[in-house]
Antibody, heavy 118, light 109 residues
Framework: QVQLVESGGGVVQPGKSLRLSCAGS????????MHWVRQAPGKGLEWVAV????????DYADFVKGRFTISRDNPKNTVYLQMNSLRAEDTAVYYC???????????WGQGTLVTVSS | EIVLTQSPGTLSLSPGERATLSCRAS???????LAWYQQRPGQAPRLLIY???SRATGIPDRFSGRGSGTDFTLTIDRLEPEDVAGYYC??????????FGQGTKVEIK
């Protein structure tokens, strides 16, 4: 069965960096685009970033452009989110998500909480 | 960017009743590219409906979607306690960015 397991969340001070990881299993990882979606406490869902199946293309939400970088290591079945210059408003649960046959999100990880606070 | 507006914000119904959730887009969305997600309390979201009306694997037929253009609807028939959740519509017609509605919370009276 498809599984996505995030790790790397925690408490970090404003301006600092954090790297999230997401390990995929139960599917052919290098055949799927992967996304990160976040949810601030008590709020709705926000798309953050996408990386194509082969890593050749990436895109970001405007509010993270220039600060966050998405990458993947297909032999390790892992996608990453490098988050720099973190702000209090980046506090959220970050979900790793697989893109389905059309670009909807067919599988979600359980999420990892990032708290940006001094 | 396409903005999705969901209504109502909260829906409080009795078991067995029908829930009707609305999602309105700021511009036309192809019916091929509209999805709904369910997020139960304390859980990650899961795909319910894609392509406006196709149920995802394992989703009961009490859930149905319809719509076109800028107006889309998710209907939950015969409401059950397990349906207590937040429901989000999403468009992937004009993406990136993929955009979500702000959500509708379904409660059981």
């Amino acid at each position: 069965q498809v599984q996505l397991v995030e790790s790397g969340g925690g408490v970090v001070q404003p301006g600092k960096s954090l790297r999230l990881s997401c390990a995929g299993s139960g599917f052919i990882f290098n055949s799927y685009a992967m996304h990160w979606v976040r949810q601030a406490p008590g709020k709705g869902l926000e798309w953050v970033a996408v990386i194509w199946y082969d890593g050749s293309n990436k895109d970001y939400a405007d509010f993270v452009k220039g600060r966050f970088t998405i990458s993947r290591d297909n032999p390790k079945n892992t996608v990453y989110l490098q988050m720099n210059s973190l702000r209090a408003e980046d506090t959220a649960v970050y979900y790793c998500v697989r893109e389905g046959l059309d670009p909807y999100f067919d599988y979600w990880g359980q999420g990892t909480l990032v708290t940006v606070s001094s | 960017e396409i903005v999705l507006t969901q209504s109502p914000g909260t829906l409080s119904l009795s078991p067995g009743e029908r829930a009707t959730l609305s999602c309105r887009a700021s511009q036309r969305v192809s019916s091929t590219y509209l999805a709904w997600y369910q997020q139960r309390p304390g859980q990650a979201p899961r795909l319910l409906i894609y392509g406006t009306s196709s149920r995802a694997t394992g989703i009961p037929d009490r859930f149905s979607g319809r719509g076109s253009g800028t107006d889309f609807t998710l209907t939950i028939d015969r409401l059950e306690p397990e349906d207590v959740a937040g429901y989000y519509c999403q468009q992937y017609d004009s993406s990136p960015p993929w955009t979500f509605g702000q959500g509708t919370k379904v409660e059981i009276k």
